[in-house]
């Protein structure tokens, strides 16, 4: 069994415990791997191993690996979890099944007019930059909700999660209870958030996906 497969069945027996710890429900939290900067020679075995839920940061690099991916494993739900540029939202809308960022009106209208014109609707989430900063994307915690009732009442778009990723210096506890308040707020199910250093914490404060992927694939 190689490096990958080994960890992969390691972080899924983590994140059981974690949710039993939690008071949760065995299966609560989907795992989605991420798999941005390696090949597909290095992510056929995770999805061999029983993995169908992957995470790509790039729409351009995610072209080159995943079309043949999911046409061998047709079960296959992609997400995006990096940047949407709007001259990438075609792309995008035709190749994964979650975006995670929508973060910005722009994007919110490209992906309206692309989900219209392709007759395809990946699910989306709104990524909030939790912890205000300025290189980082996402929309900014006082603005949440009214960005997600927009997204729905304006562009039509059902809005199922919300997406934060945490200063990367700071407990990310804090972080993850604002996202949960803001996901009660705007009346939304699903919460992405933890990654490999702290999926277990975030799956205590309610996560229903982690992002998951130096713990499985290795250091990038
Ligand atoms: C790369 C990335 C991850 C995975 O990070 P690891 O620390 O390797 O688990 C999760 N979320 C986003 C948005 C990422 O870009």
Request: glycine share 8%; aromatic share 6%.
């Amino acid at each position: 069994m190689g490096d990958a497969v080994q960890q992969f069945f390691a972080v899924k027996a983590k994140i059981a415990a974690a949710e039993r710890e939690a008071g949760r429900e065995t299966g609560a939290v989907t795992l989605v791997a991420v798999s941005k900067t390696f090949d597909a020679a290095d992510i056929a075995p995770v999805i061999e191993a029983g993995q169908r839920v992957f995470g790509e940061n790039r729409v351009q690099e995610a072209q080159g690996k995943w079309p043949a991916l999911k046409e061998a494993f047709p079960d296959i739900e992609l997400h995006l979890i990096g940047p949407l540029q709007s001259n990438k939202a075609r792309e995008a809308v035709a190749l994964f099944d979650v975006i995670e960022t929508v973060d910005r009106e722009k994007i919110a209208a490209e992906l309206a007019k692309e989900i219209a014109r392709q007759g395809r609707a990946p699910k989306l989430y709104v990524q909030v930059n939790t912890g205000s900063e300025p290189q980082k994307a996402g929309i900014e915690p006082r603005d949440a909700v009214a960005f997600v009732t927009r997204c729905r009442d304006v562009h039509g778009l059902a809005i199922e999660g919300l997406m934060c990723i945490p200063p990367a210096d700071e407990n990310p506890g804090p972080h993850f209870a604002l996202l949960e308040k803001l996901a009660r707020e705007a009346g939304v199910a699903n919460l992405s958030m933890g990654m490999s250093g702290d999926y277990e914490t975030a799956i205590a404060f309610g996560a229903t996906s982690v992002r998951v992927g130096s713990a499985i694939f290795g250091s990038r």
